[in-house]
């Protein structure tokens, strides 16, 4: 390993070492991205987490998806997916004995390629975060039933009908009050992508209760 370091010139140490270095950042940046939409959120970059406490109607929740994920998340990524594909085609390439130029010119177009792929893939993702946003929007008011506790100031799951199928959802209670299984409760709002917060269902005053922030 260390004659075959050696043996490169600077301009290939450079592309390798580029190489590793974006490689390590940009699937560690995407896993977690997937890792956090699969969980029913949207995670701008560690720094935004839509289901947790954050308390979001359905339109503050389109106004983050276009300003936060659509312009931070995606050129963070997109410039990334540049530099990764940029770095790795340089090192290939001049690894095959094309000439400095040549080699240079080709990875720029390797890294725009994988620029415009991981935009078009993240513009994707992030339009089906909005889907399931507005698809949510149907169960509020509805009367469902709580199907895994919710503890006190933590997250459960309640049976509510979403666009007229009985669907699973995660959710939080009013004033972060337990609530038992079994319990009916109604959806007075959107706290996430696949998560919502619920009253009993026998509060009648339909007051939230929630404290000031």
Request: aromatic share 10%; glycine share 12%; proline share 2%.
């Amino acid at each position: 390993m260390a004659e075959w370091w050696n043996s490169l010139d600077a301009l290939n140490k450079f592309f390798y070492g580029g190489a590793g270095f974006f490689t390590l950042i940009f699937v560690w940046q995407f896993v977690g991205m997937l890792i956090g939409m699969s969980g029913g959120e949207i995670d701008a970059d560690g720094h935004v987490d839509v289901d947790g406490d954050m308390d979001m109607h359905a339109d503050d929740i389109h106004s983050a998806a276009e300003s936060t994920v659509a312009f931070h998340i995606f050129s963070v990524r997109a410039i990334l997916a540049f530099f990764t594909m940029f770095t790795w085609a340089g090192a290939l390439y001049m690894d095959t004995g094309s000439t400095t130029s040549r080699s240079i010119v080709l990875s720029f177009a390797w890294g725009f390629a994988g620029w415009t792929v991981v935009a078009v893939l993240l513009h994707w993702l992030r339009k089906l975060a909005e889907s399931g946003t507005r698809r949510l929007r149907t169960c509020l008011g509805q009367t469902g039933t709580v199907y895994l506790d919710i503890p006190a100031g933590g997250q459960g799951e309640v049976r509510v009908a979403v666009s007229g199928v009985v669907s699973m959802i995660k959710a939080r209670a009013v004033a972060g009050t337990a609530i038992k299984a079994g319990s009916p409760v109604t959806v007075t709002r959107l706290m996430g992508v696949n998560s919502v917060q619920v009253r009993p269902a026998d509060d009648d005053d339909g007051s939230t209760n929630e404290p000031q922030k």
